[in-house]
């Protein structure tokens, strides 16, 4: 299960503290600059009204008191796991027993959220990392490393016998060069097999290959058919042999990156496919709400300035558009929600649906969006 899913099932009813650290070396490199980050962010997150701390329990008021204060210490302490990461997600609350640091390899952007949920839409948004798998290949060695771009781990190292063995055999330069080619085509085939077993095992959603590119273009000729299609076009342009994990996972980042803005171009070109077809896709908040309250949604796209009321029912849980007065389901009156966001992407992860957020700064949603307020989905079915 998700940390997130994990995270929201575990809360719902008691303060929650969600704190974002942007860990961007050139400022937040030591201990005492993030400190000084949290405190205020943790300062804005209490003022911010979200939650009115007049209607808590004396217990929960007690307990944010001393979660907020651990914060402090937690993140001004070395004991943060920061190393390498972008980002720090921190989640806590006393009352619900959690507290749960996350490193992002993504930058986020900082920012402290105090509510009876923990705020999520940051650690699920974008297109699923999934687990990458990089072959770094030459024509005598062949490593494998498997995991996120943060925690990219050597696991095969397949060195085969090239050469060296015919050369006082009295053979023929040509035959020689035959033979060494022989034994690089066996190499590369050996390498193959060992990247489709380590995929047997425990699939990886991409495939990255590394080296030089007539090397590269031999090997991914020998692939399984099976792993064609996570097969990633770019090459990686290293030395297969000496390149270290941490240069690895340098060259992969904007490789990744391109990846990324293009699952986002095909999300939305396929949103607007199925809607043509009148197939399996929602847009618009009614639709949306009415797909994630039956449990169908597969991603829920969200506009980057996506933020709308909405309604909750106290009783069945279920969203609906603004003004519906009383749950279709179990007629109950209806709570309002100031901002559907945050729900929509809580029920999204409910549902193990994904959550992709598109467009940025201060652009207008992209239209495919735009034409249903900034919410829509594509549906499983
Ligand atoms: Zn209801």
Same mark, same amino acid.
């Given at each position: 299960?998700?940390t997130a899913r994990e995270l929201l099932e575990r809360t719902g009813s008691h303060p929650v503290v969600s704190l974002y650290?942007?860990?961007?070396?050139?400022?937040?490199?030591? @201990?005492?600059?993030?400190?000084?980050?949290?405190?205020?962010l943790l300062d804005e997150a209490q003022r911010d009204g979200r939650l009115d701390r007049d209607r808590l329990s004396?217990k929960d008021r007690?307990a944010l008191t001393a979660d907020l204060?651990?914060l402090?210490?937690?993140?001004?302490?070395?004991?943060?796991?920061?190393?390498?990461?972008?980002?720090?997600a921190v989640f806590c609350s006393g009352q619900d027993d959690v507290f749960e640091?996350?490193?992002?390899?993504?930058?986020?952007p900082p920012r402290a959220v105090i509510a009876t949920t923990p705020f999520v839409e940051p650690l699920v948004?974008?297109?699923?990392?999934?687990? /990458?798998? =990089?072959?770094?290949?030459?024509?005598?060695?062949?490593?494998?490393?498997?995991?996120?771009?943060?925690?990219?781990?050597?696991?095969?190292?397949?060195?085969?016998? =090239?050469?060296?063995?015919?050369?006082?055999? #009295?053979?023929?330069?040509?035959?020689?060069?035959?033979?060494?080619?022989?034994?690089?085509?066996?190499?590369?085939?050996?390498?193959?097999?060992?990247?489709?077993?380590?995929?047997?095992?425990?699939?990886?959603?991409?495939?990255?290959? #590394?080296?030089?590119?007539?090397?590269?273009?031999?090997?991914?000729?020998?692939?399984?058919?099976?792993?064609?299609?996570?097969?990633?076009?770019?090459?990686?342009?290293?030395?297969?042999?000496?390149?270290?994990?941490?240069?690895?996972?340098?060259?992969?980042?904007?490789?990744?990156?391109? =990846?990324? &803005?293009?699952?986002?171009?095909?999300?939305?070109?396929?949103?607007?496919?199925?809607?043509?077809?009148?197939?399996?896709?929602?847009?618009?908040?009614?639709?949306?709400?009415?797909?994630?309250?039956?449990?169908? =949604?597969?991603?829920?796209?969200?506009?980057?300035?996506?933020a709308?009321p909405g309604v909750r029912?106290p009783?069945?849980g279920?969203l609906? @558009?603004?003004? /519906?007065?009383?749950?279709?389901?179990? #007629?109950?009156?209806?709570t309002v929600v100031d901002d559907l966001r945050e729900a929509a992407v809580e029920a999204a992860v409910m549902?193990?649906?994904?959550?992709?957020?598109?467009?940025?700064?201060?652009?207008?949603?992209?239209?495919?969006?735009?034409?249903?307020? #900034?919410? &829509?989905?594509?549906?499983?079915?």
């Amino acid at each position: 299960m998700s940390t997130a899913r994990e995270l929201l099932e575990r809360t719902g009813s008691h303060p929650v503290v969600s704190l974002y650290v942007d860990l961007d070396p050139s400022q937040f490199a030591t @201990a005492p600059a993030r400190a000084s980050q949290v405190r205020s962010l943790l300062d804005e997150a209490q003022r911010d009204g979200r939650l009115d701390r007049d209607r808590l329990s004396h217990k929960d008021r007690t307990a944010l008191t001393a979660d907020l204060e651990r914060l402090k210490q937690y993140l001004g302490s070395d004991e943060p796991p920061v190393s390498g990461a972008r980002a720090l997600a921190v989640f806590c609350s006393g009352q619900d027993d959690v507290f749960e640091a996350v490193a992002l390899a993504q930058p986020t952007p900082p920012r402290a959220v105090i509510a009876t949920t923990p705020f999520v839409e940051p650690l699920v948004a974008g297109p699923a990392e999934g687990r /990458t798998a =990089v072959v770094l290949i030459s024509r005598r060695s062949g490593r494998i490393l498997v995991g996120g771009l943060r925690d990219l781990q050597e696991a095969e190292d397949v060195s085969d016998q =090239v050469h060296g063995q015919h050369a006082r055999g #009295g053979l023929s330069q040509l035959n020689y060069e035959r033979s060494i080619e022989a034994d690089v085509q066996h190499h590369l085939r050996n390498v193959a097999e060992e990247i489709y077993r380590t995929w047997q095992r425990e699939p990886f959603s991409r495939l990255v290959v #590394g080296g030089t590119a007539q090397d590269v273009d031999e090997f991914a000729s020998e692939l399984h058919n099976d792993l064609r299609p996570s097969l990633v076009a770019d090459r990686l342009d290293l030395d297969a042999e000496t390149a270290s994990v941490a240069d690895v996972s340098k060259a992969l980042a904007p490789l990744l990156a391109r =990846v990324r &803005a293009a699952a986002k171009e095909s999300a939305l070109a396929e949103l607007e496919n199925r809607l043509g077809a009148g197939g399996r896709a929602a847009r618009g908040v009614q639709d949306t709400l009415e797909a994630l309250n039956e449990r169908r =949604v597969e991603t829920l796209l969200l506009a980057h300035n996506f933020a709308t009321p909405g309604v909750r029912c106290p009783s069945c849980g279920l969203l609906y @558009a603004e003004g /519906t007065a009383s749950c279709p389901a179990d #007629g109950a009156k209806t709570t309002v929600v100031d901002d559907l966001r945050e729900a929509a992407v809580e029920a999204a992860v409910m549902q193990d649906a994904g959550v992709m957020i598109l467009g940025e700064g201060s652009d207008p949603a992209p239209p495919a969006l735009h034409r249903g307020g #900034g919410i &829509a989905a594509l549906l499983r079915f």
